[in-house]
T-cell receptor, first 114, second 113 residues
Framework: AQSVSQHNHHVILSEAASLELGCNYSYGGTVNLFWYVQYPGQHLQLLLK??????LVKGIKGFEAEFIKSKFSFNLRKPSVQWSDTAEYFCAVIPRFAGNQFYFGTGTSLTVIP | GAVVSQHPSRVICKSGTSVKIECRSLDFQATTMFWYRQFPKQSLMLMATSNEGSKATYEQGVEKDKFLINHASLTLSTLTVTSAHPEDSSFYIC?????????FGPGTRLTVL
């Protein structure tokens, strides 16, 4: 079975600190990759996605993610976090040509201290 | 664009009753929708994939007779929790596939007394 790992379960940062959240997946074929964010009390929103092309993807609110195929990774980064980035972050993978099923990581809870 | 709504946002019911949750794609057509459960501080657990005009595909361990899914149109999928029990209390989230991207509804908090 496919799996998606997010090794950081809970991250606490001060404002202006840099952020990197890890995401690794187990599927050996071609994949589409996503990061979703869930702010407190809100629904999941798409942060960014990678299908092909430049492996460095820029998303909303200053977030970016880099796809490293050799490492099966799609880490999320932000150079300077804000208090408003406090949220739950989920990585998701969909193997291409294998149906529509998304595989989600267990999520990383980010708390930014003002 | 790509907005998904769910109704109701919260529902409280007595044990043994049935509850219907609606999921609508508001500005696009979705042949495929998904239903998830989310437990506190945990990831999404896929329950089933809902395909317009055909039977839903349930994940292992999900009772299809308990969680009835109907996807009768390209913009509406419904999840009915039949004979609900307290252990069915959870946060139910739907999503709709637009191209290769899932867009999520705001979720429905179900509490079974």
């Amino acid at each position: 079975a496919q799996s998606v790992s997010q090794h950081n379960h809970h991250v606490i940062l001060s404002e202006a600190a840099s952020l990197e959240l890890g995401c690794n997946y187990s599927y050996g074929g071609t994949v589409n990759l996503f990061w979703y964010v869930q702010y407190p009390g809100q629904h999941l929103q798409l942060l960014l996605k990678y299908f092909s092309g430049d492996p460095l993807v820029k998303g909303i609110k200053g977030f970016e993610a880099e796809f490293i195929k050799s490492k099966f990774s799609f880490n999320l980064r932000k150079p300077s976090v804000q208090w408003s980035d406090t949220a739950e972050y989920f990585c998701a993978v969909i193997p291409r040509f294998a149906g529509n099923q998304f595989y989600f990581g267990t999520g990383t809870s980010l708390t930014v201290i003002p | 664009g790509a907005v998904v709504s769910q109704h109701p946002s919260r529902v409280i019911c007595k044990s043994g009753t049935s509850v219907k949750i609606e999921c609508r794609s508001l500005d696009f057509q979705a042949t495929t929708m998904f239903w998830y459960r989310q437990f506190p501080k945990q990831s999404l657990m896929l329950m089933a994939t809902s395909n317009e005009g055909s039977k839903a595909t349930y994940e292992q361990g999900v009772e299809k007779d308990k969680f009835l899914i109907n996807h009768a149109s390209l913009t509406l999928s419904t999840l009915t929790v039949t004979s609900a029990h307290p252990e069915d209390s959870s946060f139910y989230i739907c999503s709709a596939l637009n191209g290769d991207t899932q867009y999520f509804g705001p979720g429905t908090r179900l509490t079974v007394l």
